[in-house]
């Protein structure tokens, strides 16, 4: 299991923008980096879906809803991955996930919520 931490959720106002980070603060820089990384969403009632994602070789997967509009991005001195959001919609409403897949498998973080009001 991978220790992740996410942060940079909140409210923020249709057209806004939000970066959210994951730290993986008790993985060791050689091992993050060879984790392929990624966000995802859930939003009430809804099954959590693929937002982006960043492999270790930093090929990089945005889904068509967000395609555009975010970004996502890792630094692995830093053994952290960011989401920048833009533009944001009410549809955007959702608690976001970081995830790290390693040779063991998934681990996700807490979540951290993001809303944009309608």
């Known amino acids: 299991q991978v220790h992740l931490v996410e942060s940079g959720g909140g409210l923020v106002q249709p057209g806004g923008s939000l970066r959210l980070s994951c730290a993986a603060p008790?993985?060791?820089?050689?091992?993050?980096?060879?984790?392929?990384m990624g966000w995802y969403r859930q939003a009430p009632g809804k099954q959590r879906e693929l937002v982006a994602q960043?492999?270790?070789?930093?090929?990089?997967r945005i889904a068509d809803s967000v395609k555009g509009r975010f970004t996502i991005s890792k630094n692995n001195s830093r053994k952290m991955v960011y989401l920048q959001m833009s533009s944001l919609k009410p549809e955007d409403t959702a608690v976001y996930f970081c995830?790290?897949?390693?040779?063991?498998?998934?681990?996700w973080g807490q979540g951290t919520q993001v809303t944009v009001p309608s």
């Open positions: 995830k790290a897949q390693t040779p063991y498998g998934p681990s």
């Open positions: 008790r993985t060791i820089f050689s091992v993050f980096t060879g984790y392929d």
């Open positions: 960043i492999t270790s070789d930093n090929i990089i």
